[in-house]
């Protein structure tokens, strides 16, 4: 005769075999068996920090180039931008690492569709293979680079000043059109961030070009 303990024992034994199976059979509906994992960056995201990736590194040649015996006003908005953008930098270079993405794109504003995406596209949309490619803004040529590289006293101060205004104006221009294309998310806040950083030291760039009756680049 069987004792009533190996009788519960056995009916133990019973229920937790039966949540076995049952928990087999439900596993899948549950649990993926591979979880695709979400990109880390978008297409837009990717291409907007590679493009200022690289737009980036001319903003830091340029201040490198600069005389150091320029006037202390100038000098220290070299400095000035020399720091803010080596951390965005490190940042978007941090970003593109995590995503798996090259520092630098074989596409340069693909990203941006159009020439005038960022005036009829608000949705973060994967440019088109065939979709044409932009000229990157504002950068310098290298003659120009080498032309400041050479140049001393006013003349720096003033090429300095009109290339990096230009440069900003380009890259207020890129960043404002990311802004617009993505819908939330650190690039974007980025993205806007340097509107609002280059805007103001842009404006200050304008001031010191007046003060020495210099006008800015076509």
Known sequence: MTSPRWSRLAAYA????????????????????????APILDAVEIGFAQDMTAHHEQALIMAQRLDRGVDPSVSRLADQLDATQRIELGTMLGWLRLA?????????????GT?????????????AENA???????????AELDALGAARGRDAEVLFLQLMFRHHQGGMAMAAAADELLPSGPVKELARSMVQQQ????GLMGMLLTQRHAAPLP
């Open 14 to 37: 019973s229920v937790a075999l039966l949540l076995l199976v049952l928990g087999a059979a439900l596993r899948p509906l549950v649990v993926a068996e591979n979880p695709v994992a």
């Open 100 to 112: 798996n993405a090259t520092p630098t794109s074989a596409r340069p504003m693909a990203w941006m």
């Open 115 to 127: 020439e005038t995406a960022a005036s009829h596209q608000h949705s973060a949309t994967p440019p």
């Open 132 to 142: 044409p490619v932009v000229a990157m803004p504002g950068l310098a040529t290298m």
């Open 199 to 202: 805007g103001q030291e842009a």
